[in-house]
Each structure stands twice: as structure tokens, then as C-alpha cells.
């Protein structure tokens, strides 16, 4: 299993940025994969997810900003994350598991993380 993100950078507050994750060697079925974001000085928090069905949920400090997205062909997750604050500032994680695990906040998978920052 293998995640690679992209899309890293820095903005000023009030703009927006996409998030990619390529995903691959996944198997099986119950699959959520998620973002997760770690801000400077403070524990990991996660940020979004989707299910193999499409169903969303998002961390109430993100909702109406930010959408996650699954393309089941190209085997992409991205994250559309528009009116960026100040605190949405960190280090952003694709992950992907079993939604149980996923939703608890201990996914198995991994990427290796892309910085973005807000000022």
C-alpha cells in the first residue's frame, strides 16, 4: 500500500488550495481514506473523509470550506480546501484503512505528509 501526497504550498488567508493523494495497492472492501493535518505544536487532528460509497464527514472547523473527493478510477483523493484561516496552517496526511479504523483516528496507511501554510 502506497500514498503519495502533492499539492503542498502556502497562501494567504482567504484563498484555497488542492490536495492530492495517489493511492495504490489497496484490496478489499470498508475502505475510508482521509486527511488528516498536524498544526504547529499540537496533536493530529483529522481533517476529513470518504467512504467507498462517497459519504463524507468533515471536522466542524472545516465544513463549508473544505471538500474531500475520490476518483475511483484514477485511485486519487483530493482535498479542495477553499477560505483558508491562519489556523488551518500544518502538515497535511492522506490515510487510508478500514473506515472503522480510519474514523477513530488510527488508520494503518499512511503518506508522507505535505506542508501547508496560511499567513
Known amino acids: 500500500v502506497q500514498l503519495v501526497e502533492s499539492g503542498r504550498g502556502s497562501v494567504q488567508a482567504g484563498g484555497s488550495l488542492r490536495l492530492s493523494c495517489a493511492a495504490s495497492?489497496?484490496?478489499?472492501?470498508?475502505?475510508?481514506m482521509g486527511w488528516f493535518r498536524r498544526p504547529p505544536g499540537k496533536e493530529r487532528e483529522g481533517v476529513a473523509a470518504?467512504?467507498?460509497?462517497?459519504?463524507?464527514r468533515y471536522a466542524d472547523s472545516v465544513k463549508g470550506r473544505f471538500t474531500i473527493s475520490k476518483d475511483n478510477v484514477k485511485n486519487t483523493l483530493t482535498l479542495q480546501m477553499n477560505s483558508l484561516k491562519f489556523e488551518d496552517t500544518g502538515l497535511y496526511y492522506c490515510?487510508?484503512?478500514?473506515?472503522?479504523?480510519?474514523?477513530?483516528?488510527?488508520?494503518?496507511?499512511w503518506g508522507q505528509g505535505t506542508q501547508v501554510t496560511v499567513s
Open positions: 470518504i467512504d467507498d460509497y462517497g459519504g463524507t
Open positions: 495497492g489497496f484490496t478489499g472492501s470498508n475502505i475510508c
Open positions: 490515510a487510508a484503512d478500514r473506515c472503522k479504523l480510519l474514523v477513530a483516528g488510527a488508520p494503518t496507511f
